[in-house]
């Protein structure tokens, strides 16, 4: 009996070794709101990888051979779309495999910067000094930061790695049920804590939290932009001052992880608070829960320093 047992553990064991063991479906994202989507969906799975590092411009970043080497090599991979990673399309040419621009997704509720009037009354009137990403009319890449598009693209990763690993597709579907029940519960806490602050004023340095605003009652009352290389002149920092002035007690909102130069220098003197607002949750910890605390953040951000007026 032991001889046979013995046999017996010998022939599974070789089955073992003979039989390749499913590797996990590395997936890779553009920028970190989009990793901390995907670490809810793959929670006890994989762990996504992201391609920009912390404090990266989207707009702006510049491929290292690396970084072209993993987007070719990776299962999945997601970005936002030419509006916001314009250097991602020459690469994604040389890739065999599946790239889901986001933006394009089916279902995904999309601005344009410049459909609120004010929107931009704010940016200098010398083109040279407006804010050359977000020119009126185009799209706002910022679609992380309403849980209607967070959910949308919860669903097509949780569908598309269900695909690609099918054995895990009941942990997939059942993490992007408990994504979606977590954002409703988010989205009520947001809700009460933003409705006493939903009549005070505020400006931003970037045009980044649109969506966030429309989600819950919110509205910048300007945008102080300039182009990064481009010291605004004397007479725009004077008429930036004057509607700081007219606003009063206010808040002004930039975003790490450097605050523009030009910051103090327009609220010198003035009963205005800076705080930073992160979009981009640089310095969050990727696990399930980290695209709620994104937008937790930013919500506390905002309501912590309105509510101190």
Known sequence: MSRFFALFVAFVSTLVVLTPARAEVRVLTSIQPLQLIAAAVQ???GKPEVLLPPGASPHHYALRPSDVRRVADVDLLYWIGPDMEGFLPRVLNGRSKPSVAVQGLAGMHLRHFGEDSHSHEEHADDADEHDH???PGSLDAHLWLSTVNARVIAARMSADLAAADPANAARYQSNLKAFEQRLDALDQR??????????????VFHEAFDYFESAYGLKHAGVFSVAAEVQPGAQHVAAMRKRLQEAGKTCVFSEPPLRPRLAETLTAGLPVKLAELDALGGTLPVTAQGYEQLLE???????????GL
């Open 43 to 45: 929670d006890g799975v």
């Open 133 to 135: 990403d977000h020119r």
């Open 297 to 307: 953040n930013l919500g506390n951000g905002l309501a912590g320093c309105l509510e």
């Open 190 to 203: 947001l809700k009460t804590r933003l409705m006493g602050v939903a009549d005070k004023p505020f400006f």
